[in-house]
């Protein structure tokens, strides 16, 4: 009987990994940080990336879709149903292509777009579309837009700059009014 519910939660889960292979399908040729595969085991999982599976409740009929992170273990999606599970998988790809090529692009200064952001933009656009009408929650979205590095350093300076320019004058103001004898104590 326990034989029969790991095969049958295995099957389900191969059912969903044949349902999510076109969402894979269009993935750039040279991304390689998604490695899907159905691992058997104590708890069969079906592996997005690293960090992002999809296990089968307890009950056996309700896809969980999970995420480890810094602070802990999140819910993206649950359904018993393959297509709000295949469109939070989708939103989560999309979502990873738009992280890795806004990193790549901060590490590359040149202004140039590389050609695979074209498709993680796509991709997160079919995905926004596909989960307006799906219950599941979204991964969260990016970080705000980054300034370039010589921004950054000029920002820091200047702050450096205006508290130094105003602890000077306020040590100067102290020591003119202690020199006039106005701060008690001080003499």
């Known amino acids: 009987m326990v034989i029969d519910l790991r095969q049958a939660e295995l099957a389900r889960l191969e059912i969903l990994r ?12 040279d991304v390689d940080m998604f490695d899907v595969g159905v691992t058997a085991g104590e708890r069969p999982r079906l592996f997005i990336d690293m960090v992002a599976f999809i296990e089968m409740g307890h009950d ?6 999970l995420r480890d992170g810094r602070n802990g273990r999140s819910l993206l999606a649950e359904s018993e149903q393959v297509q709000p599970i295949v469109d939070a ?7 990873r292509l738009v992280e890795r090529e806004r990193l790549l692009a901060d590490e590359d200064h040149s202004g140039g777009e590389p050609q695979s952001s074209i498709v993680a933009r796509r991709a997160a656009a079919r995905a926004d ?53 106005l701060l008690p104590g001080v003499g």
């Open 60 to 65: 056996r009929r309700l896809y969980r879709f």
């Open 129 to 181: 579309m596909a989960t307006d009408d799906v219950e599941t929650a979204a991964p969260p979205p990016a970080a705000a837009r980054r300034y370039p590095g010589w921004a950054r350093l000029l920002a820091v300076l200047l702050a450096f700059g205006v508290g130094g320019g105003v602890g000077a004058v306020m040590v100067f103001a102290l020591m003119r009014a202690a020199a006039k004898g």
């Open 89 to 95: 998988v989708t939103a989560y790809v999309a979502h």
């Open 18 to 29: 044949d349902a999510l292979a076109p969402v894979f399908a269009e993935t750039p040729p």
